[in-house]
């Protein structure tokens, strides 16, 4: 029997990829910005020690007028985000993506994270290390998504 929701899910992942490989090479058009929510606990994602304290669960970044060093794999995509003036690194595997939405023209795309790859209680991720300094700094670039998800 096809699984249609899993194909149709992939097809959105596909779409996403190809607007963020598209992104990467060329910037963000116009007034275009994006939220993606996704899960910190997915075992693949690649995050500061100070980010996965604060955001045990998931949490949502915003691409949108500074972003640098952004590549995009079949599996994930890396970038580097400024937080409170601090450049972090992180890797987002597609699979631990919640939301993508782009809000300069009110579409968004909610997804259902592999519940196999989401990582166990207990178990760590792999993160970068910082300072504890660093994890004192307040993230203004966060930004909850739960009032826009319809």
Do not use: C
Not at 29 to 51: A, L
């Amino acid at each position: 029997m096809l699984d249609y929701k899993k194909l149709i899910e992939q097809s959105m992942l596909d779409m996403i990829k190809g607007i963020l490989k598209g992104i990467a090479k060329d910037g963000l058009p116009g007034n275009h910005h994006f939220y993606i929510t996704f899960h910190t606990n997915n075992s693949h994602v690649k995050i500061p020690q100070w980010m996965l304290e604060k955001y045990p669960e998931k949490m949502t970044i915003v691409i949108r007028n500074w972003f640098e060093n952004f590549k995009i794999s079949s599996n994930h995509f890396e970038i580097t985000l400024n937080f409170s003036n601090q450049p972090e690194r992180l890797t987002v595997p597609f699979d631990s993506i919640e939301l993508f939405a782009d809000p300069s023209v009110d579409f968004a795309l909610s997804f259902d994270p592999k519940p196999t790859e989401i990582a166990k209680p207990g178990k760590n991720n792999k993160v970068q290390n910082k300072t504890k300094e660093t994890s004192k700094k307040e993230n203004k670039n966060i930004v909850e998504f739960k009032n826009f998800k319809k």
